[in-house]
T-cell receptor, first 114, second 114 residues
Framework: DGGITQSPKYLFRKEGQNVTLSCEQN?????MYWYRQDPGQGLRLIYY???????QKGDIAEGYSVSREKKESFPLTVTSAQKNPTAFYLC?????????????FGQGTRLTVV | AQSVTQPDIHITVSEGASLELRCNYS??????LFWYVQSPGQGLQLLLK??????LVQGIKGFEAEFKRSQSSFNLRKPSVHWSDAAEYFC????????????FGTGTRLKVLA
């Protein structure tokens, strides 16, 4: 089945550590995104990528980094510079087929700093 | 600046009652418009989308939405709510200039009374 797979579902990080969240899609979508979700704040865009080897900062990129070496993969690294990383992270991909873009989401990764 | 406003943070309805969730947007032109639903701890599922054409769009699970250009609104409706509709609902706009970016509202949490 086609879809977006995020792993792990739950992740615990000690303060000062970097952690990497995985996002893989087999939908053959060009664009991929990372969003952060906090209660009452909706989804905020961290980074997005429209093509391989290219990505742009979103609204809250500080303390995060990404890579896009393959079309299928868009990993997100939460660095020690991110002051408040505890949140729910959602990866998405989109296609422009069918007349307009439609984003598909993974099941999310809940990151907790301990 | 582009933005999406969902003025109702929480809504409670009785099972079988009708539902309307409000969404207003600020955008320079007519954007792509979406409604997503999220169950606790899960990713987002697309309910419906508007790209162009008929301003009343039908979606999954018996939902519909109406685009009103004059009011910059895209309200979600359902004639009879089921207990399984309890979830959080997000309105989103998609950029039409080719950047594939999306802007999400802060969400409306729906509670359904038996």
């Amino acid at each position: 089945d086609g879809g977006i797979t995020q792993s792990p579902k739950y992740l615990f990080r000690k303060e000062g550590q970097n952690v990497t969240l995985s996002c893989e899609q087999n939908l053959n979508h060009d664009a991929m995104y990372w969003y952060r979700q906090d209660p009452g704040q909706g989804l905020r865009l961290i980074y997005y990528s429209q093509i391989v080897n290219d990505f742009q900062k979103g609204d809250i990129a500080e303390g995060y980094s990404v890579s896009r070496e393959k079309k299928e993969s868009f990993p997100l690294t939460v660095t020690s510079a991110q002051k408040n990383p505890t949140a729910f992270y959602l990866c998405a991909s989109s296609t422009s087929q069918g007349g307009g873009p439609e984003a598909f989401f993974g099941q999310g990764t809940r990151l907790t700093v301990v | 600046a582009q933005s999406v406003t969902q003025p109702d943070i929480h809504i409670t309805v009785s099972e079988g009652a009708s539902l309307e969730l409000r969404c207003n947007y600020s955008y320079g032109a007519t954007p792509y418009l979406f409604w997503y639903v999220q169950s606790p701890g899960q990713g987002l599922q697309l309910l419906l989308k508007y790209f162009s054409g008929d301003t009343l769009v039908q979606g999954i699970k018996g939902f519909e939405a109406e685009f009103k250009r004059s009011q910059s609104s895209f309200n979600l409706r359902k004639p009879s709510v089921h207990w399984s509709d309890a979830a959080e609902y997000f309105c989103a706009v998609g950029d039409t200039s080719g950047t594939y970016k999306y802007i999400f509202g802060t969400g409306t949490r729906l509670k359904v009374l038996a």
